[in-house]
């Protein structure tokens, strides 16, 4: 196993256009988690998954944004209308449930101009 | 609510020198987990070290080690013998009962030959 894998590594795009990105964790792991990281700061929780069910969700996660992780495997977030403050770093994490032990993905960095 | 406070934004530390970065939270839990991850630059969050917070000794990996001090809720990591590669920005982060991790804001060490 490779690790957790975040595709695309960058994405610019225009204000109003929707993107998607997508997360592949480490097969044994049934939690999925997003975070957005902004620069000079630490990540700030957006949800996570636990197999199929998504469990939480923070109230930084708006109505333009949504994830799915439908088989339980791979998870992918959508962020719609996107806006200039939505450019950030988007970071996957996975974990076997109860381990305390986060694998995170390299991230995706999303620019909006 | 949970939160984590990392009060140097920024510190520098000479080659095979010690340095110790600090960190506090605010919790009403007894058991939870303390954690410090390192993301160097343009680099995936790795973890450096994970402490158990019913466990009295102090959790150690190598050069890193760190003071966990319950009562006070602190818990610093001390780097020893810094090297080049230690250069990156660390985090401290929280976890409790099976819920996400929360993060600080972080702290960009530099180690200088």
Known sequence: DTGVSQNPRHKITKRGQNVTFRCDPISEHNRLYWYRQTLGQGPEFLTYFQNEAQLEKSRLLSDRFSAERPKGSFSTLEIQRTEQGDSAMYLCASEAQGSYGYTFGSGTRLTVV | AQTVTQSQPEMSVQEAETVTLS??????????????????????????????????????????????????????????????????????AFAYNNNDMRFGAGTRLTVKP
């Open chain 2, 23 to 92: 960190c506090t939270y605010d919790t009403s839990e007894s058991n939870y987990y303390l954690f410090w991850y390192k993301q160097p630059p343009s680099r995936q969050m790795i973890l450096v070290i994970r402490q158990e917070a019913y466990k009295q000794q102090n959790a150690t990996e190598n050069r890193f080690s760190v003071n966990f001090q319950k009562a006070a809720k602190s818990f610093s990591l001390k780097i020893s013998d810094s090297q080049l590669g230690d250069t990156a920005m660390y985090f401290c």
